[in-house]
């Protein structure tokens, strides 16, 4: 079972309890409901179609995918009437990553065997604007986490859908760091927002978004330094380890514990970087 909160009278939020708390949003409008990304597996979605159908008594009109990622983006197929938005770059990247892997996750996951991708074909750059029922939803680009991902910010309702731009650690292993960076700052200039949806995780209130933004910045600025000085006293990748979510100031045991991993894996991808930088200078320079 998904949990569902109604965090304002016309915004709903799904977060999956089978994997990494991903979250769905709703908008329910008059003229029909925008779904906000989708959830891991089909029995998830599966729940937010029949809450659209029987209980609401409408249909999803629009799907926004926030980004390319299969966790966000493969319950899109049993909305088949709906119209898919995306960014441009969300639309090639499910084309060149999400599609080979999917068809390589339904051999392993038999609960994913009728999931086939549905492509954005409504495609937004920079900035765009949906206009559904009397409701506005911003669609501004919000590279970091991923070069594709998109935020949606509902006007009418103050809520301010995050993608994985804010997750309990950040992630930018398909990404950039200073993107994010550059993405997370953008949010805190956004005004009058009651509600943050972060990707992954509990709904943010007004109160927390900037310490949360804060945290979060602080986080990469630590990691980016360790990495540095691990590189610089030439230690090899296990002695990354050392540092601690916790001793960056943020949560281990969020998304049941799925954190640690991602912080791992992001000195891991920082390390690579700094060090195929490293190899790709001219050796007298690499001296100095
Ligand atoms: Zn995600």
Do not use: W
């Not at 197929?77 to 990247?93: D, I, K, M, N, Q």
Request: aromatic share 6%; hydrophobic share 40%.
């Amino acid at each position: 079972m998904t949990i569902r909160e109604r965090i304002s009278e016309h915004v709903y939020v799904f977060r999956s309890t089978m994997y990494a708390q991903v979250n769905a949003g709703l908008v329910t409008t008059d003229e029909g409901c925008v779904l906000i990304d989708t959830l891991p597996f089909p029995q998830e979605t599966r729940e937010i179609l029949n809450f659209v159908e029987n209980r609401l008594r409408s249909h999803v009109r629009y799907i926004i995918l926030t980004h390319s990622h299969a966790d966000h983006v493969y319950g899109a197929y049993l909305f088949p009437e709906a119209e898919v938005v995306g960014h441009l770059l969300s639309r090639e990247l499910l084309i060149k990553h999400t599609r080979p892997a999917l068809a390589q996750a339904r051999q392993r996951n038999s609960a994913l065997g009728e999931v086939t991708l549905r492509l954005p074909t409504i495609l937004t750059e920079r900035q765009a604007a949906l206009r559904v029922g009397g409701f506005t939803l911003h669609i501004y680009h919000s590279p970091g986490h991923a070069p594709d991902v998109v935020n949606v910010y509902v006007q009418e309702e103050k809520v301010y859908f995050a993608s994985d731009t804010i997750m309990p650690t950040p992630y930018f292993v398909n990404g950039n760091i200073d993107s994010l960076r550059r993405s997370l700052l953008a949010i805190k200039e956004i005004p009058r927002v009651e509600d943050v949806v972060q990707g992954h995780g509990e709904v943010l209130l007004r109160g927390e978004v900037s310490t949360v933004i804060d945290a979060q910045l602080a986080y990469l600025d630590k990691i980016e330094a360790h990495v540095q000085e691990v590189l610089a006293a030439g230690g090899g990748k296990e002695e990354l380890n050392q540092l601690d979510l916790e001793d960056c100031g943020l949560s281990r045991i969020a998304l049941n514990g799925l954190v640690q991993q991602l912080h791992r894996a992001n000195m891991y991808f920082l390390y690579g970087l700094a060090k195929r930088k490293q190899s790709q200078q001219p050796a007298g320079q690499a001296a100095r």
